[in-house]
């Protein structure tokens, strides 16, 4: 099969599968993580996950993000 073959699909796929596909696929350009690091990071990564899902984490968009940088540079004291 194509690489072509195998994109068009993994296109087909959920968006939620595509995102667990590219994980794995950026992981394997890694080599092997530890095991327990990358365990830790998957459960804070689900936990933060269900915090958004739940209404319960603050969030913010991304000119919010934005402006937050730069006012936080700018109340910043020049060394």
Same mark, same amino acid.
């Given at each position: 099969?194509? +690489? *072509?073959?195998?994109?068009?699909?993994?296109?087909?796929?959920?968006?939620?599968?595509? @995102?667990?596909?590219?994980?794995?696929?950026? =992981? +394997?350009?890694?080599?092997?993580?530890?095991?327990?690091? @990358?365990?830790?990071?998957?459960?804070?990564?689900?936990?933060?996950?269900?915090?958004?899902?739940?209404?319960?984490?603050?969030?913010?968009?991304?000119?919010?993000? =934005?402006?937050?940088?730069? =006012?936080?540079? +700018?109340? =910043? *004291?020049?060394?």
């Amino acid at each position: 099969m194509l +690489s *072509t073959d195998v994109l068009a699909e993994i296109l087909r796929l959920p968006a939620q599968e595509r @995102a667990r596909l590219a994980l794995e696929i950026l =992981r +394997s350009l890694d080599g092997e993580p530890e095991t327990a690091v @990358a365990q830790a990071w998957d459960e804070e990564i689900e936990r933060r996950g269900g915090e958004v899902d739940a209404g319960r984490a603050e969030t913010m968009t991304l000119d919010e993000f =934005r402006a937050h940088v730069r =006012r936080r540079r +700018s109340d =910043r *004291t020049p060394r």
